[in-house]
């Protein structure tokens, strides 16, 4: 078990540029998490995967941002049109259905920076 | 909505002092609380979790305990040493019935120093 990856760990990308970013759980986790963390705060829920569905989303999720998870597998995050507010942390975690108290288990986090 | 606050932001000890951070959240119809660690740039690492029907959890030098009725938690470190300054996030899901979101407080920032 090698944890949740993210890639890539740094971003950096000009205002107005697309971005996307991967997350892949650990395996056999059916639930995947996106957070965003913005400097000195604790991160904040984007929305959530339950398998390939995706099941919630947080009024944070402005219509430029998109998640998918094709297949129930990997997941990813773009950014459209990024603004210097989109700068941040943004962290993956996956958990499996079942498990003791659905704990989270959390990625290294993207860094992004807009210019 | 839940709201998790923590207190202080911010700590500085000496190494070996015992310390306890502070955490408290608004709806106490939680499914579990967990606090995490997180060092700067860094994701988060999960140090202990507290099942809504339990009262506390140790593991080695912390111990967290959760009041639900007053809806507060505190994180207990014994001997602190220089490799605990991090970052210390606490975190209240609420019990929907669903995947159990987490709510975030702000964490508190602790330096041990030598």
């Known amino acids: 078990d090698t944890g949740v990856s993210q890639d890539p760990r740094h971003k950096i990308t000009k205002r107005g540029q697309n971005v996307t970013f991967r997350c892949d759980p650990i395996s056999e986790h059916n639930r995947l998490y996106w957070y965003r963390q913005t400097l000195g705060q604790g991160p904040e829920f984007l929305t959530y995967?339950?398998?390939?569905?995706?099941?919630?989303k947080s009024r944070l999720l402005s219509d430029r941002f998109s998640a998918e998870r094709p297949k129930g597998s990997f997941s990813t995050l773009e950014i459209q049109r990024t603004e210097q507010g989109d700068s941040a942390m943004y962290l993956c975690?996956?958990?499996?259905?079942?498990?003791?108290?659905?704990?989270?288990?959390f990625g290294p986090g993207t860094r992004l920076t807009v210019l | 909505k839940q709201e998790v606050t923590q207190i202080p932001a911010a700590l500085s000890v000496p190494e070996g002092e015992n310390l306890v951070l502070n955490c408290s959240f608004t709806?106490?119809?939680?499914?579990?609380l967990q606090w995490f660690r997180q060092d700067p740039g860094k994701g988060l690492t999960s140090l202990l979790l507290?099942?809504?029907?339990?009262r506390e959890q140790t593991s080695g030098r912390l111990n967290a305990s959760l009041d639900k009725s007053s809806g507060r938690s505190t994180l207990y470190i014994a001997a602190s040493q220089p490799g605990d300054s991090a970052t210390y996030l606490c975190?209240?899901?609420?019990?929907?019935?669903?995947?159990?979101?987490?709510?975030f407080g702000t964490g508190t920032r602790l330096q041990v120093t030598l």
């Open positions: 995967f339950q398998n390939e569905a995706q099941l919630e």
């Open positions: 507290i099942q809504s029907s339990q």
């Open positions: 975190a209240a899901p609420l019990n929907t019935g669903t995947a159990s979101k987490l709510t």
């Open positions: 975690a996956s958990s499996r259905i079942g498990a003791t108290y659905n704990e989270q288990f």
């Open positions: 709806d106490s119809a939680i499914y579990n």
